[in-house]
């Protein structure tokens, strides 16, 4: 929030933002209120009716990800992998070359 609060006191009109936790906007609110700064919230949407909030159907945005991971099956033949993060070590490791 201290990012909003900058934004607030730098006189931006206006600030887009993702709420990470809904419950604790309360302050920065008023702040942006008292200054004129409308606060447009998406992908979470606050715990609050004060300001406008931005957000998308969540039901669909599902069937789209589900959809996205058919088709990739379906791309590739059935053979697919799931390696997770590259930064994890197994995954990292899982195409290198075994050693004697």
Known sequence: MAAIDNFIAAGYDAITFIAVNPTAFSSVIKRAQQAGTVL???DNVLDTDAIVQVNENQFE???MKAQAV???IQKAKGKV???GAGSLRPAGQRHR???P
């Open 40 to 42: 447009v919230p998406f």
């Open 61 to 63: 945005l599902g069937a």
């Open 70 to 72: 058919v088709d990739a």
């Open 81 to 83: 992998e799931g390696t």
């Open 97 to 99: 070359p075994r050693q």
